[in-house]
Each structure stands twice: as C-alpha cells, then as structure tokens.
C-alpha cells in the first residue's frame, strides 16, 4: 500500500461540511462517506484505485483541505486526475460570490446566504454516474434509489480494502454495457429503467457520448442531446447537468423536490406547482438558478431536522 499527502485550497467562502452533507442522507451509503471530520471516497482514473480521505483544516473565510490518498502500490497516487475528480466532486473552484450578491436582493435567498455560507453543488465525479443515478430516482422514492444503487455498486463496482473496511467504487459503463435490458432487472429495475441504463452505457463506451463532448456544449444543448435518448427527458437531463457536470444555472424544474416541497415549504403554496409555474419563477434566479435551489434544499432540510 502506498500513501501521497497534499492541500487544496478552495475559492472562498468554502465549507466541507455543508458541500458534501447530501451525501450523509443515507447511513449505509457505500461510495461517498461523509464522518463526523470530513469525505472519504474511492476514486478511479483508468482502472487505478485511490481511496482520498479529506478533512478540513481551515475556516469559511480561508479554507483549506487536506487530502491523503492511499491505494496499491500499482496505483500512481501522483496522478493529477485524482485531484481534478476531488476538485470537481467537492466544487472547490467555484466563486459563490457573484451568486451571494445576486441573492442578497432576493427575499427568498437573502436569509440563506450566511446561514448556508460556503455551501457548494457537491458533484458525481462523472456524468455517467450522474445520469444513472437521475434515472434510478425516476419516479420512485429515493429510499428505494439508494437501494438499487448499492446493489449495482456492490456488483458491479471497483472495490478495496483498507483497515478492515471495503470501499467501492461508482462502476463506469463497461459492466452495465455487457448487460441486457432482461438481466438487469435482477436489481429491481423496470424493463424501462434497465433499457435506459444499457443504451446510455453502450452510447459511452461507444463513444457516441462522451463527457468531453457533453462538457463542451451549453446547458441547453446537453439537454437536448440527452433527450434524444430512449428513457432521458428534461428532468433526467437537468438534474445530471446539475450533479454531473456541476453547471449552476441548471434547473430540473419538474422535480417533486421544486414543484412540491419547493412550493409548499418555502413559497407557502397551497397545492403542488406546474413544472412551468415553477420554471418561470426561478427565472428571476438566472444564472444561478441551479445554485439556488440546492441553497432552497438546504433551508428546507434545515426546516425538517427542526421538526423532528
């Protein structure tokens, strides 16, 4: 085993804590852990596993991370694509500034900015990650996601041991490519759902997507290459646009999270909202609208933990 010690050093305001809370929201959670002093995640880059532990050793204001890495002594701890999939997993790089000065004129954000300062849209380190999980919450409950999601990783993921403990990887889209549509329906996915999740495999490995090309396009050009996929609509889109490519203007609009909770919670409506009702209001958010509701998420999370 092997071991590389380093920083990071966030775009301030920055809190570890906050950024990578989401992840908490399931105790059994296999890839990303959240303890009570920082993340640990198992990364891969070209077949290489790394196991990062980060923690924070500095403050909002002036963060400052630490990072270890350890991994077999096959695995180049040096890679600089370990780093880059931590920077973009954790959004260190992200200037909030712009977005709390914006926020500060609305009466919806204005309170949520220095309760939730130093909050970031915390990232799947890869699209393909991001879109399967998007399609694994179509619909259901997210409990009921989260299950599926360990099965598929417990199977079909990198793993290794350290200390006594197994960590896993999120797969790529090799394992789910050699599947069919039949046999992944063993995990307690739809016929629809295990299509979707072959065709966007094959379509990566393939290389009819990529995440380079996806990258390259504007919010509204990656939704609709996406949505010319069998099982991939708008809100599949979004919502990976989101978590995936951590773009802060996207807005999956037709979330139950926006047009009930959203709605309900924070804006005091009576009834659930239309996708359209709600798209039309967070326009006043552009272009950070993806930004301000997980700022909106976390206030509501907030409301919840007080009720219990």
């Not at 403050?59 to 991994?71: C, D, F, I, Q, S």
Request: net charge positive.
């Amino acid at each position: 085993m092997s071991r590389l010690h380093f920083s990071l050093t966030p775009v301030p305001p920055y809190s570890l804590m906050l950024t990578v809370q989401r992840f908490a929201r399931f105790k059994d959670e296999s890839v990303d852990r959240v303890r009570p002093d920082g993340y640990r995640r198992l990364l891969v880059v070209d077949g290489q596993l790394a196991l990062a532990t980060v923690t924070d050793a500095g403050t909002t204001a002036k963060p400052l991370l630490r990072v270890e890495l350890e991994g077999p002594h096959t695995t180049a701890l040096e890679r600089p694509e370990f780093v880059a999939q931590l920077r973009h997993i954790l959004c260190t790089d992200l200037d909030l500034n712009l977005f709390y000065r914006q926020a500060r004129m609305d009466a919806l954000l204005a309170p949520l900015v220095p309760r939730f300062r130093g909050l970031k849209p915390s990232s799947s380190p890869t699209l393909f990650e991001a879109l399967v999980m998007a399609v694994l919450s179509q619909q259901v409950n997210l409990t009921f996601a989260h299950a599926i999601k360990r099965a598929l990783v417990e199977t079909f993921g990198p793993r290794w041991c350290s200390n006594g403990e197994t960590y896993y990887a999120f797969p790529g889209p090799e394992p789910f490519a050699e599947e069919t549509e039949q046999s992944l329906q063993r995990f307690r996915l739809s016929r629809a759902k295990a299509g979707t999740l072959v065709r966007l495999a094959r379509a990566f490995v393939s290389g009819e997507l990529s995440e380079a090309g996806l990258a390259a396009l504007a919010d509204d050009e990656v939704v609709a290459r996406l949505e010319q996929f069998k099982g991939i609509g708008r809100w599949t889109a979004e919502t990976a646009l989101l978590r995936g490519l951590a773009r802060p203007d996207a807005f999956p609009a037709g979330d139950l999270g926006v047009v009930k909770y959203l709605a309900h919670g924070l804006l005091g409506k009576a009834e659930k909202a239309s996708e359209a009702d709600m798209r039309a209001f967070a326009a006043r958010w552009r272009p950070y609208r993806g930004l301000a509701l997980i700022y909106c998420y976390a206030e509501l999370s907030r409301r919840q933990g007080n009720r219990r």
